[in-house]
Protein backbone atom coordinates (compact mmCIF):
# COMPACT_ATOMS: atom_id res chain seq x y z
CA UNK A 1 0.00 0.00 0.00
CA UNK A 2 1.30 3.35 -0.49
CA UNK A 3 1.88 5.58 2.25
CA UNK A 4 2.19 9.55 2.05
CA UNK A 5 5.37 11.37 1.30
CA UNK A 6 6.23 8.87 -1.44
CA UNK A 7 6.45 9.41 -4.85
CA UNK A 8 4.81 6.72 -8.09
CA UNK A 9 6.56 7.12 -11.21
CA UNK A 10 5.09 5.09 -14.20
CA UNK A 11 7.55 4.24 -16.84
CA UNK A 12 6.68 7.10 -19.44
CA UNK A 13 4.68 9.96 -17.52
CA UNK A 14 2.08 12.68 -18.90
CA UNK A 15 2.51 14.22 -15.82
CA UNK A 16 3.18 15.13 -12.35
CA UNK A 17 -0.29 15.23 -9.78
CA UNK A 18 0.05 16.13 -5.84
CA UNK A 19 -1.90 13.81 -3.84
CA UNK A 20 -2.71 15.86 -0.11
CA UNK A 21 -4.28 13.05 1.77
CA UNK A 22 -3.30 10.78 4.50
CA UNK A 23 -6.61 8.50 4.07
CA UNK A 24 -4.63 4.64 3.04
CA UNK A 25 -7.58 3.65 1.29
CA UNK A 26 -7.89 7.05 -0.89
CA UNK A 27 -3.83 6.97 -1.55
CA UNK A 28 -3.96 2.95 -2.61
CA UNK A 29 -7.38 3.95 -4.91
CA UNK A 30 -5.98 7.29 -6.91
CA UNK A 31 -2.30 5.57 -7.08
CA UNK A 32 -3.81 2.82 -8.92
CA UNK A 33 -5.70 4.87 -11.38
CA UNK A 34 -2.32 7.32 -11.77
CA UNK A 35 -0.44 5.00 -12.80
CA UNK A 36 -3.22 3.32 -15.44
CA UNK A 37 -3.03 7.08 -17.11
CA UNK A 38 0.71 7.91 -16.93
CA UNK A 39 0.67 10.01 -14.47
CA UNK A 40 3.07 10.85 -11.86
CA UNK A 41 2.25 10.57 -8.77
CA UNK A 42 3.46 12.64 -5.35
CA UNK A 43 1.41 11.80 -1.79
CA UNK A 44 1.79 13.98 0.74
CA UNK A 45 0.12 13.56 4.24
CA UNK A 46 1.05 17.33 6.44
CA UNK A 47 -0.08 20.49 5.17
CA UNK A 48 3.74 21.58 5.61
CA UNK A 49 4.89 19.29 3.26
CA UNK A 50 2.28 19.68 1.08
CA UNK A 51 2.69 23.38 0.77
CA UNK A 52 6.36 23.19 0.55
CA UNK A 53 5.90 20.98 -2.59
CA UNK A 54 3.31 23.45 -4.26
CA UNK A 55 6.01 26.24 -3.56
CA UNK A 56 9.64 24.04 -5.19
CA UNK A 57 7.88 21.79 -8.10
CA UNK A 58 5.49 22.39 -10.89
CA UNK A 59 2.74 19.50 -11.00
CA UNK A 60 0.14 19.23 -13.79
CA UNK A 61 -2.89 17.88 -11.86
CA UNK A 62 -3.42 18.52 -8.02
CA UNK A 63 -5.93 16.17 -5.78
CA UNK A 64 -7.30 17.41 -2.33
CA UNK A 65 -8.75 14.95 -0.17
CA UNK A 66 -11.58 17.35 1.85
CA UNK A 67 -12.10 15.30 4.28
CA UNK A 68 -9.29 17.35 6.37
CA UNK A 69 -11.28 20.40 5.41
CA UNK A 70 -8.74 23.22 7.14
CA UNK A 71 -5.99 21.64 5.43
CA UNK A 72 -7.66 21.06 2.12
CA UNK A 73 -8.72 24.73 2.35
CA UNK A 74 -5.47 25.86 2.82
CA UNK A 75 -4.35 24.40 0.41
CA UNK A 76 -6.94 25.58 -2.66
CA UNK A 77 -6.12 29.18 -1.03
CA UNK A 78 -2.38 28.70 -2.04
CA UNK A 79 -2.53 27.33 -5.64
CA UNK A 80 -3.70 30.10 -7.04
CA UNK A 81 -0.83 32.32 -5.28
CA UNK A 82 2.15 29.90 -6.54
CA UNK A 83 3.34 31.00 -9.86
CA UNK A 84 4.23 27.54 -11.31
CA UNK A 85 1.31 25.72 -10.11
CA UNK A 86 -1.72 28.58 -10.56
CA UNK A 87 -3.02 26.95 -13.79
CA UNK A 88 -2.45 23.37 -12.42
CA UNK A 89 -6.11 21.26 -13.06
CA UNK A 90 -7.59 20.89 -9.24
CA UNK A 91 -9.93 18.08 -8.02
CA UNK A 92 -11.14 17.56 -4.88
CA UNK A 93 -12.33 14.35 -3.21
CA UNK A 94 -15.63 14.70 -1.31
CA UNK A 95 -17.52 12.66 1.17
CA UNK A 96 -21.07 14.41 0.61
CA UNK A 97 -22.97 17.08 -1.70
CA UNK A 98 -22.03 20.12 0.45
CA UNK A 99 -18.29 19.62 0.68
CA UNK A 100 -18.54 19.32 -3.25
CA UNK A 101 -20.67 22.07 -3.67
CA UNK A 102 -17.97 23.71 -1.40
CA UNK A 103 -15.32 22.56 -3.45
CA UNK A 104 -16.67 23.68 -6.67
CA UNK A 105 -17.03 27.28 -5.31
CA UNK A 106 -13.51 26.88 -3.90
CA UNK A 107 -12.22 27.00 -7.73
CA UNK A 108 -11.64 22.85 -7.85
CA UNK A 109 -12.09 21.75 -11.71
CA UNK A 110 -13.19 18.09 -10.62
CA UNK A 111 -14.68 16.77 -7.90
CA UNK A 112 -14.31 13.01 -6.59
CA UNK A 113 -17.40 12.14 -4.42
CA UNK A 114 -16.44 8.90 -2.24
CA UNK A 115 -17.61 5.99 -2.03
CA UNK A 116 -14.60 5.91 -4.83
CA UNK A 117 -14.05 3.21 -7.53
CA UNK A 118 -11.80 2.47 -10.53
CA UNK A 119 -14.33 3.25 -12.50
CA UNK A 120 -15.52 7.02 -10.97
CA UNK A 121 -11.65 7.79 -10.89
CA UNK A 122 -10.66 6.80 -14.40
CA UNK A 123 -13.60 8.37 -15.77
CA UNK A 124 -12.79 11.68 -14.22
CA UNK A 125 -9.09 11.33 -14.96
CA UNK A 126 -10.39 10.44 -18.45
CA UNK A 127 -12.61 13.73 -18.98
CA UNK A 128 -9.71 16.41 -17.47
CA UNK A 129 -6.83 14.44 -19.51
CA UNK A 130 -7.02 17.29 -22.56
CA UNK A 131 -6.23 19.65 -19.60
CA UNK A 132 -3.51 17.88 -18.04
CA UNK A 133 -1.85 17.45 -21.42
CA UNK A 134 -2.06 21.48 -22.25
CA UNK A 135 -0.64 22.18 -18.69
CA UNK A 136 2.06 19.56 -19.42
CA UNK A 137 2.27 20.84 -22.39
CA UNK A 138 2.60 24.64 -21.26
CA UNK A 139 6.31 23.66 -19.92
CA UNK A 140 7.31 20.37 -21.75
CA UNK A 141 10.98 20.53 -23.40
CA UNK A 142 10.76 18.19 -26.14
CA UNK A 143 14.27 16.67 -27.06
CA UNK A 144 14.63 17.66 -30.99
CA UNK A 145 17.86 18.04 -33.45
CA UNK A 146 16.92 20.32 -35.81
CA UNK A 147 19.25 22.68 -37.70
CA UNK A 148 18.55 26.26 -37.58
CA UNK A 149 19.91 29.38 -38.46
CA UNK A 150 20.05 32.29 -36.30
CA UNK A 151 20.65 36.41 -37.74
CA UNK A 152 20.77 39.81 -35.16
CA UNK A 153 22.15 43.10 -34.69
CA UNK A 154 25.92 42.45 -33.29
CA UNK A 155 25.39 38.50 -33.78
CA UNK A 156 27.31 37.23 -36.95
CA UNK A 157 24.88 35.31 -38.87
CA UNK A 158 25.24 31.43 -38.11
CA UNK A 159 23.79 27.68 -38.26
CA UNK A 160 23.59 25.85 -35.44
CA UNK A 161 20.85 22.97 -34.17
CA UNK A 162 18.07 23.00 -32.00
CA UNK A 163 18.46 21.00 -28.42
CA UNK A 164 15.04 20.97 -27.81
CA UNK A 165 12.18 23.24 -27.97
CA UNK A 166 8.95 24.35 -25.99
CA UNK A 167 5.80 26.66 -26.59
CA UNK A 168 7.92 29.66 -25.37
CA UNK A 169 11.32 29.11 -26.47
CA UNK A 170 13.92 26.76 -27.26
CA UNK A 171 18.28 25.65 -26.28
CA UNK A 172 20.22 25.43 -29.38
CA UNK A 173 23.68 25.03 -29.86
CA UNK A 174 25.88 27.19 -31.76
CA UNK A 175 29.79 27.81 -32.11
CA UNK A 176 29.46 31.68 -31.52
CA UNK A 177 28.67 32.60 -27.61
CA UNK A 178 26.20 35.16 -26.74
CA UNK A 179 25.11 37.27 -24.30
CA UNK A 180 22.14 36.89 -22.24
CA UNK A 181 19.77 39.89 -23.16
CA UNK A 182 20.73 39.78 -27.00
CA UNK A 183 18.12 39.64 -29.59
CA UNK A 184 18.13 37.51 -32.63
CA UNK A 185 15.55 36.04 -35.65
CA UNK A 186 15.91 32.14 -35.18
CA UNK A 187 14.94 30.16 -38.02
CA UNK A 188 13.59 26.82 -38.51
CA UNK A 189 11.54 23.84 -39.54
CA UNK A 190 9.58 21.19 -37.62
CA UNK A 191 9.47 17.94 -38.59
CA UNK A 192 6.05 17.29 -40.39
CA UNK A 193 5.12 21.12 -40.34
CA UNK A 194 5.92 22.09 -43.90
CA UNK A 195 5.70 25.95 -42.77
CA UNK A 196 9.03 27.69 -41.70
CA UNK A 197 9.16 29.45 -38.20
CA UNK A 198 11.09 32.43 -37.60
CA UNK A 199 10.49 33.84 -34.57
CA UNK A 200 12.25 36.86 -32.84
CA UNK A 201 13.92 35.80 -29.84
CA UNK A 202 15.81 37.03 -26.39
CA UNK A 203 18.60 35.23 -25.49
CA UNK A 204 18.40 34.39 -21.76
CA UNK A 205 21.38 32.11 -20.90
CA UNK A 206 25.03 30.91 -22.40
CA UNK A 207 26.61 27.85 -21.01
CA UNK A 208 29.05 25.99 -22.36
CA UNK A 209 28.23 25.90 -26.56
CA UNK A 210 24.54 26.20 -25.91
CA UNK A 211 22.40 29.08 -26.06
CA UNK A 212 18.77 29.30 -24.50
CA UNK A 213 16.13 31.91 -26.20
CA UNK A 214 12.83 33.08 -24.98
CA UNK A 215 10.28 33.50 -28.31
CA UNK A 216 8.45 36.80 -28.63
CA UNK A 217 4.68 35.92 -28.93
CA UNK A 218 4.41 33.67 -32.24
CA UNK A 219 1.56 34.58 -35.35
CA UNK A 220 -1.71 32.89 -33.76
CA UNK A 221 -1.65 30.49 -36.65
CA UNK A 222 1.94 29.31 -36.00
CA UNK A 223 1.76 29.50 -32.02
CA UNK A 224 -1.11 26.62 -32.67
CA UNK A 225 0.64 24.54 -35.01
CA UNK A 226 4.08 24.64 -32.05
CA UNK A 227 1.36 23.79 -29.79
CA UNK A 228 -0.26 20.93 -31.84
CA UNK A 229 2.73 19.56 -32.53
CA UNK A 230 4.12 19.45 -29.29
CA UNK A 231 0.55 17.95 -27.78
CA UNK A 232 1.70 15.13 -30.59
CA UNK A 233 4.75 14.30 -29.66
CA UNK A 234 3.90 14.24 -25.51
CA UNK A 235 0.99 11.63 -26.79
CA UNK A 236 3.77 9.47 -28.68
CA UNK A 237 5.87 9.11 -25.59
CA UNK A 238 2.75 7.66 -23.92
CA UNK A 239 2.44 3.82 -23.70
CA UNK A 240 -0.02 2.44 -25.97
CA UNK A 241 -2.00 0.97 -23.22
CA UNK A 242 -2.35 4.43 -21.60
CA UNK A 243 -2.60 6.45 -25.34
CA UNK A 244 -5.81 3.63 -26.33
CA UNK A 245 -7.55 4.76 -23.47
CA UNK A 246 -8.03 8.35 -25.19
CA UNK A 247 -9.14 7.46 -28.53
CA UNK A 248 -11.73 5.21 -26.74
Excluded at 28 to 48: H, K, Y
Excluded at 116 to 131: H, M, V
Excluded at 133 to 148: G, L, S, T
Excluded at 169 to 181: D, K, Y
Amino acid sequence: MAMTGTTLEPAASIGRALLVSDDETTIQQITESTRQFAISLEVRGELSAALQQLKSHKFEAIIVDFRRRGRAQTILEEIPLTPSNASAITFVISDNKEETKEAFSAGSRFVLERPLSADSINRTLKAAYGLIVRERRRYFRCPVAIPVALRGNGIPETNGQAVNISEGGMALGIPVPLRPGMQATITFRLPGIDAEFAPESTVCWHQEGVVGVKFSPLPPLQKSELQHWLGRQLEHSLPESVAGKFRS
